[in-house]
């Protein structure tokens, strides 16, 4: 099983599952990108195994958020971790990283109709708003981020 594979379980798990905030861990868990490291330090506990850890990287603004659930993945992880002869989950781990690569991302130029284009980009994003600009003074706009912002997503200024 891969990364992505291990995400997409981990996703699911948690889903099923009835932990009373899952909605907000799924939604860390899909900005997350998850890593394996592998050892080559023994558990013993089991014979000849050797201990691999489970990396979820963040961007830093949702970093102490996910922590808060760090116990509760660190099982869910125990859980669904692969069988394997040679390696055994040792622990998750939580790190500061960068958005998954396999997100899309907006980026257009627009001029014409800009506020309405504006608005239904604010409105589409799910993770992370940029905005760079030298002035803001469009008072539809502020109120639009700040829906967002209610929503969990991070709004940076450049």
């Known amino acids: 099983m891969n990364e992505q594979q291990f995400k997409k379980l981990l996703i699911d798990t948690v889903k099923v599952g009835d932990h009373p905030e899952k909605e907000q861990i799924i939604s860390l868990l899909k ?12 558990t ?20 102490i958020e996910l922590k808060k659930y760090e116990k ?7 859980e669904i971790y692969p069988p ?9 781990l939580i ?3 960068s958005l998954p690569v396999d997100e ?9 109709g800009i506020q309405q284009q504006i608005i239904e980009e604010i409105r589409s994003a799910k993770y992370l708003i940029w ?19 209610a929503q969990g997503v991070t709004i940076l200024k450049l």
């Open 31 to 42: 900005i997350s990108v998850v890593r394996f490291e592998k050892t080559g330090e023994f």
């Open 44 to 63: 013993r506990r089991l014979w000849n195994h050797y201990k691999e850890y489970i990396y979820l990287c963040i961007i830093p603004e949702k970093i």
């Open 72 to 78: 509760y993945l660190n099982g869910v992880c125990d």
């Open 84 to 92: 394997d002869d040679e390696y055994e989950f040792w622990s998750l």
């Open 95 to 97: 790190r500061p990283g």
């Open 104 to 112: 899309e991302i907006s980026q257009e130029i627009l001029f014409e």
């Open 131 to 149: 905005i760079a600009m030298a002035w803001f003074t469009d008072p539809v706009l502020f109120k639009e981020l700040l829906k967002k912002k």
